[in-house]
């Protein structure tokens, strides 16, 4: 099982919505990944596998956690499912 963590800068709405998607992709794809909900300050000591957030604050992160998924629609299944597959093919 396969540790995420879902953040934003502020940890409040946008990253929610987000959570909510990738829960549901997760679900839907039966994939071995289990996230969980935070801000950017979350980072710190953050020991999982890939951190799920918005794609204008991927950049910022990048070398902040193992691997780095940035989303430009957190409302689009699809897009998510993609990255999350990439990221799931990385461990293979």
């Known amino acids: 099982m396969y540790k995420g963590l ?9 990253s929610m919505l987000l959570k909510i998607k990738v829960d549901q992709v997760i679900s839907e794809e039966k994939m071995d990944l289990k996230v969980e909900h935070g801000n950017l300050d979350s980072l710190i000591g953050f020991n999982g ?24 629609n957190i409302m689009d299944k699809e897009e998510i499912k993609k990255k999350l597959n990439e990221f799931l093919a990385t461990k293979q």
């Open 6 to 14: 879902v953040a934003c800068r502020a940890g409040m709405g946008s």
């Open 49 to 72: 596998d890939v951190v799920i957030t918005m794609e204008d604050v991927a950049h910022e992160i990048a070398d902040k956690a193992p691997y780095v998924i940035g989303v430009r």
